[in-house]
């Protein structure tokens, strides 16, 4: 299971770090994406890294987003710089074992969703 955290309100050209738990022994053998959902939008891709740390981000928010895990605490992490009214959007983090970091990017199949955080950026 994954249950996605930190959240909230903040201005534009703040910050934000989302955390992702995972349970389970082998949390560490398993892809991990970010996904977002703007109202009145599709789901979409946000970020994604692989068991070793490689990563792959969606342009919209490459140099301002990093994602990063720690598999002794089976948590993924998105930390989220520079954000803009238009980053608002219910944050889901997700799981797959076995894909690389871009393959990520395709929601369909994915192991596993957590429920989502909500990221709301004032301008």
């Known amino acids: 299971q994954l249950q996605a955290s930190g959240g909230g309100l903040v201005q534009a050209g703040g910050s934000l770090r989302l955390s992702c738990a995972a349970s389970?022994?082998?949390?560490?053998?398993?892809?991990m994406g970010w996904f977002r959902q703007a109202p009145g939008k599709e789901r979409g891709f946000v970020a994604a890294?692989?068991?070793?740390?490689?990563?792959y981000y969606a342009d919209s928010v490459k140099g301002r987003f990093t994602i990063s895990r720690d598999n002794a605490k089976n948590t993924v992490y998105l930390q989220m710089d520079s954000l803009k009214p238009e980053d608002t959007a219910v944050y889901y983090c997700?799981?797959?074992?076995?894909?690389?970091?871009?393959?990520?990017?395709?929601?369909?199949?994915?192991?596993?969703w957590g429920k989502g955080t909500l990221v709301t950026v004032s301008s």
């Open positions: 389970g022994r082998t949390f560490g053998r398993y892809s």
């Open positions: 997700a799981a797959d074992r076995g894909r690389t970091a871009q393959s990520m990017s395709q929601q369909k199949g994915m192991d596993y």
């Open positions: 890294v692989t068991w070793n740390s490689s990563t």
